[in-house]
């Protein structure tokens, strides 16, 4: 993976601070965009401590024109991104008959749309490279939605069609594109969630064949893997990352 720039949307905290980290140890130059600032450069800064190569920018990616200028500094800095992981996400549960039209045009605008945004705007890069990868961070939860989650729901299942259609257009570039759907992963996304009495930890842990709780880890390695020239023959697939969980 060396000398390959990487995005990490939402690449701050959690399962995409993993990713990020996992990339820079991995080789590539990974710039961490996150919509706190703070939160990116702090990720990038522990990465460059680490021996890597990261840069971080605030970038929201409800915003095109923000991604679009995150994406020249990039260029400038650390050279075309042939890597894209679009992670950044929101989970807000909600009784269905009271979700506010704002609130289901937020989860559709960082979960899907912003997702769609970063996807239109790197693969000129990666189609100009003759190479690419992008990963898309679903959910476990498209495959068994919990009741509560609507518009999460709806936004993550439409992660997984978008990437289809992606991995068909654009293979013939020599881009993949992939989703890992991650199941019950302990960030701070979790932690609210628990916090919001949402989860309880222990029945999701009986819920779960191995046993624990899956770790931010658990979905870099599988996210470092579908990056890797290895992965060059699997696309449009999707990798449940889950401790074995059927729901
Ligand atoms: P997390 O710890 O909350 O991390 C999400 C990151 O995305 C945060 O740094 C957040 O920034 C950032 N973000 C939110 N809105 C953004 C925006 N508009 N633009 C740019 N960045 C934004 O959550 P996580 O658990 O690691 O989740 C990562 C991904 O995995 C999400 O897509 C989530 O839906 C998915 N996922 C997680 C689990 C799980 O069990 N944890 C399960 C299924 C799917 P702020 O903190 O500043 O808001």
Same mark, same amino acid.
């Given at each position: 993976?060396?000398?390959?720039?990487?995005?990490?949307?939402?690449? /701050?905290?959690?399962?995409?601070?993993?990713?990020?980290?996992?990339?820079?140890?991995?080789?590539?130059?990974?710039?961490?965009?996150?919509?706190?600032?703070?939160?990116?450069?702090?990720?990038?800064?522990? #990465?460059?401590?680490?021996?890597?190569?990261?840069?971080?920018?605030?970038?929201?990616?409800?915003?095109?024109?923000?991604?679009?200028?995150?994406?020249?500094?990039?260029?400038?800095? *650390?050279?075309?991104?042939?890597?894209?992981?679009?992670?950044?996400?929101?989970?807000?549960?909600?009784?269905?008959?009271?979700?506010?039209?704002?609130?289901?045009?937020?989860?559709?605008?960082?979960?899907?749309?912003?997702?769609?945004?970063?996807?239109?705007?790197?693969?000129?890069?990666?189609?100009?490279?003759?190479? /690419?990868?992008?990963?898309?961070?679903?959910?476990?939860?498209?495959?068994?939605?919990?009741?509560? *989650?609507?518009?999460?729901?709806?936004?993550?299942?439409?992660?997984?069609?978008?990437?289809?259609?992606?991995?068909?257009?654009?293979?013939?570039?020599?881009?993949?594109?992939?989703?890992?759907?991650?199941?019950?992963?302990?960030?701070?996304? *979790?932690?609210?969630? &628990?916090?919001?009495?949402? #989860?309880? &930890?222990?029945?999701?842990?009986?819920?779960?064949?191995?046993?624990?709780?899956?770790?931010?880890?658990?979905?870099?390695?599988?996210?470092?893997?579908?990056?890797?020239?290895?992965?060059?023959?699997?696309?449009?697939?999707?990798?449940?990352?889950?401790?074995?969980?059927?729901?």
């Amino acid at each position: 993976m060396s000398a390959r720039t990487a995005i990490v949307t939402g690449g /701050g905290s959690g399962i995409g601070g993993a990713i990020s980290q996992r990339l820079a140890a991995d080789g590539a130059l990974v710039a961490v965009f996150d919509l706190s600032g703070d939160a990116a450069k702090a990720a990038a800064a522990s #990465i460059e401590k680490a021996g890597g190569k990261a840069i971080g920018i605030p970038v929201d990616v409800t915003d095109r024109a923000g991604i679009d200028a995150g994406i020249d500094e990039v260029l400038a800095r *650390l050279g075309p991104p042939t890597i894209l992981v679009n992670n950044a996400g929101l989970t807000v549960e909600d009784k269905f008959l009271e979700t506010t039209a704002e609130a289901w045009h937020r989860m559709l605008a960082v979960n899907l749309t912003g997702t769609f945004d970063c996807c239109q705007a790197v693969l000129p890069h990666m189609i100009e490279n003759g190479w /690419g990868r992008i990963i898309n961070i679903s959910s476990s939860s498209v495959y068994g939605p919990p009741p509560g *989650l609507a518009g999460y729901v709806a936004a993550k299942s439409g992660v997984v069609g978008l990437s289809k259609v992606l991995a068909l257009e654009f293979a013939r570039y020599g881009v993949t594109v992939n989703t890992i759907p991650p199941g019950f992963i302990d960030t701070p996304m *979790l932690r609210d969630t &628990v916090q919001r009495g949402f #989860i309880d &930890v222990d029945q999701q842990i009986e819920k779960t064949p191995v046993g624990r709780i899956g770790r931010p880890e658990d979905i870099a390695a599988a996210c470092a893997f579908l990056a890797s020239d290895e992965a060059g023959y699997i696309t449009g697939q999707s990798l449940g990352i889950n401790g074995g969980r059927v729901i």
